[in-house]
């Protein structure tokens, strides 16, 4: 075996010398999608003169990937260049650091301490929602963004930070950043300025908190509180608090505010499916707002929830460098090869989700989810890299589409074009205008 040429799964052969990375880059998910339906659930591409990468398609083989043989895997060079922004924080640190860091933000975490966030959730969409005009239009990507962005801000730190996090998000989201960001262009110094008045906040209520000892009930007391138990006991340094402050800040809005965005695209898509969402939320709720106690009872608003992110997984691909030789699928993956798993591709495949471009929340009903394997879905990914905010997210989203459904009909303007955007996150590229009806309850 060690001396035999590797054996490749079949694959494009791409162009010379990039093989297929051209391709891959500009459009990534019809790219997999049409190799995996060509070639099958193991393609092969090569992206360089040496450079290699595995697509897996087969919830077994994203499994094998992110649970079974997940440290054979590290998440590879492809996020070296957020750490500029991020630096070793969870998202982009690896090894011991990263399992270090991780026992200590779970805390924070944890179920019972994320609930008390709940009212900030509902009143921030409350909030969002008073400020609509009946018949006027406006982009509901934006006003999600902004929300999204309130509430972790708030629930976080206890602070507004939104002049700053428009730059930051605007820069993270061009394509071409990891290729420019040492170029002197005005986006780089804009992005470098709005990261140093972030990072002198961030610094400035860590010290105020250091001295104070006071614990606000948020995020960052949670974090300042942690001590390594299991460890040496020690907690976190200033530079880490600040580098997880600045990624679950990140990480933690845009995400939850895309899939808003498409939640609310698909119901105005999906007139049976809004009936039975208003249905239910008139039914539990009435006219008061929702609370955490109501989240068992919004059970069709969950599985609206979950189906628009099967359809518009907000982390739509995930990227990995093998460390170590490892087989999945029957195929050898080298070290130091690329693998692409992709929520958006094996989330579309109709052996487990049948008629799979079809809008259909009663595939999330506690029977439907039992019937197919657990990694035919995960919007969350899985393993130790899982997402840290998954309750957090689910809760948040359940809130806000509950509170703005018992306001507001959301109808796509007329003529608006809707096209998914695959950056880090997947975006609607052109934006999502909608206008607004106010319902009668
Ligand atoms: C719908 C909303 C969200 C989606 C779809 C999502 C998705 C994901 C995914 C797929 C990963 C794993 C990445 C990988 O394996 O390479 C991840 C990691 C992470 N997410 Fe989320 N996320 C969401 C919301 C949130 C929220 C609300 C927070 C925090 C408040 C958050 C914080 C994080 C952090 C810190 C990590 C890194 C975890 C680690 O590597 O230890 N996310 N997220």
Same mark, same amino acid.
């Given at each position: 075996?060690?001396?035999?040429?590797?054996?490749?799964?079949?694959?494009?052969?791409?162009?010379?010398?990039?093989?297929?990375?051209?391709?891959?880059?500009?459009?990534? %998910?019809?790219?997999?999608? $049409?190799?995996?339906?060509?070639?099958?659930?193991?393609?092969?591409?090569? /992206?360089?003169?040496?450079?290699?990468?595995?697509?897996?398609?087969?919830?077994?083989?994203?499994?094998?990937?992110?649970?079974?043989?997940?440290?054979?895997? *590290?998440?590879?060079?492809?996020?070296?260049?957020?750490?500029?922004?991020?630096?070793?924080? /969870?998202?982009?640190?690896?090894?011991?650091?990263?399992?270090?860091?991780?026992?200590?933000?779970? !805390?924070?975490?944890?179920?019972?301490?994320?609930?008390?966030?709940?009212?900030?959730?509902?009143?921030?969409?409350?909030? *969002?929602?008073?400020?609509?005009?009946?018949?006027?239009?406006?982009?509901?990507?934006?006003?999600?963004?902004?929300?999204?962005?309130?509430?972790?801000?708030?629930?976080?730190?206890?602070?507004?930070?939104?002049?700053?996090?428009?730059?930051?998000?605007?820069?993270?989201?061009?394509?071409?950043?990891?290729?420019?960001?040492?170029?002197?262009?005005?986006?780089?110094?804009?992005?470098?300025?709005?990261?140093?008045?972030?990072?002198?906040?961030?610094?400035?209520?860590?010290?105020?908190?250091?001295?104070?000892?006071?614990?606000?009930?948020?995020?960052?007391?949670?974090?300042?509180? *942690?001590?390594?138990?299991?460890?040496?006991?020690?907690?976190?340094?200033?530079?880490?608090?600040?580098?997880?402050?600045?990624?679950?800040?990140?990480?933690?809005?845009?995400?939850?505010?895309?899939?808003?965005?498409?939640?609310?695209?698909?119901?105005?898509?999906?007139?049976?499916?809004?009936?039975? /969402?208003?249905?239910?939320?008139?039914?539990?709720?009435?006219?008061?707002?929702?609370?955490?106690?109501?989240?068992?009872?919004?059970?069709?608003?969950?599985?609206?929830?979950?189906?628009?992110?099967?359809?518009?997984?907000?982390?739509?691909?995930?990227?990995?460098?093998?460390?170590?030789?490892?087989?999945?699928?029957?195929?050898?993956?080298?070290?130091?090869?690329?693998?692409?798993?992709?929520?958006?591709?094996?989330?579309?495949?109709?052996?487990?989700? !049948?008629?799979?471009?079809?809008?259909?929340?009663?595939?999330?009903?506690?029977? #439907? $989810?039992? *019937?197919?394997?657990?990694?035919?879905?995960?919007?969350?990914?899985?393993?130790?890299?899982?997402?840290?905010?998954?309750?957090?997210?689910?809760?948040?989203?359940?809130?806000?589409?509950?509170?703005? #459904?018992?306001?507001?009909?959301?109808?796509?303007?007329?003529?608006?074009?809707?096209?998914?955007?695959?950056? %880090?996150?997947?975006?609607?590229?052109?934006?999502?205008?909608?206008?607004?009806?106010?319902?009668?309850?």
């Amino acid at each position: 075996m060690s001396t035999a040429a590797a054996v490749w799964p079949p694959g494009p052969g791409g162009a010379p010398v990039f093989g297929s990375l051209f391709a891959l880059r500009r459009d990534p %998910i019809g790219f997999l999608t $049409r190799s995996a339906d060509e070639f099958g659930d193991s393609v092969h591409y090569r /992206l360089g003169p040496s450079a290699h990468a595995f697509f897996f398609r087969h919830p077994d083989q994203v499994k094998d990937v992110l649970v079974t043989h997940q440290h054979s895997f *590290a998440k590879g060079r492809g996020l070296q260049w957020a750490k500029q922004f991020l630096g070793e924080g /969870l998202l982009t640190s690896e090894g011991e650091f990263h399992r270090r860091q991780r026992r200590l933000s779970q !805390p924070a975490f944890h179920r019972a301490r994320v609930q008390s966030y709940g009212t900030v959730m509902t009143d921030y969409a409350a909030r *969002a929602r008073e400020r609509w005009r009946d018949g006027q239009p406006l982009d509901l990507a934006h006003e999600m963004m902004s929300l999204t962005m309130a509430v972790v801000a708030k629930t976080l730190f206890d602070a507004d930070v939104s002049g700053e996090a428009d730059e930051i998000g605007a820069w993270f989201n061009n394509p071409l950043a990891p290729l420019i960001q040492r170029l002197p262009l005005p986006s780089n110094l804009r992005f470098h300025r709005a990261r140093d008045r972030l990072d002198a906040t961030i610094y400035r209520m860590i010290g105020e908190r250091r001295k104070s000892g006071e614990d606000r009930g948020d995020l960052l007391s949670m974090l300042l509180l *942690a001590s390594d138990v299991e460890g040496d006991g020690s907690g976190m340094t200033d530079q880490q608090l600040r580098d997880e402050v600045m990624t679950i800040f990140l990480a933690g809005h845009e995400t939850t505010a895309n899939a808003l965005s498409w939640t609310f695209y698909l119901l105005s898509q999906n007139s049976e499916a809004e009936a039975r /969402l208003f249905d239910e939320v008139d039914r539990v709720l009435g006219a008061r707002p929702p609370a955490i106690e109501d989240l068992g009872d919004l059970r069709f608003t969950e599985q609206v929830f979950a189906e628009s992110m099967r359809l518009y997984p907000p982390a739509w691909g995930l990227g990995r460098k093998a460390i170590r030789d490892q087989e999945v699928g029957g195929y050898r993956v080298p070290a130091g090869a690329y693998v692409l798993i992709s929520a958006f591709v094996t989330q579309h495949d109709g052996r487990f989700f !049948p008629d799979p471009g079809r809008f259909d929340p009663d595939r999330f009903t506690a029977e #439907a $989810r039992a *019937a197919r394997p657990k990694f035919a879905y995960f919007p969350f990914g899985g393993g130790a890299r899982q997402c840290i905010g998954e309750p957090f997210a689910w809760m948040e989203g359940v809130l806000i589409l509950a509170t703005i #459904a018992q306001g507001w009909r959301l109808r796509l303007a007329p003529g608006h074009r809707v096209e998914p955007q695959p950056l %880090i996150t997947l975006r609607p590229r052109y934006g999502m205008r909608m206008i607004p009806e106010r319902r009668g309850s």
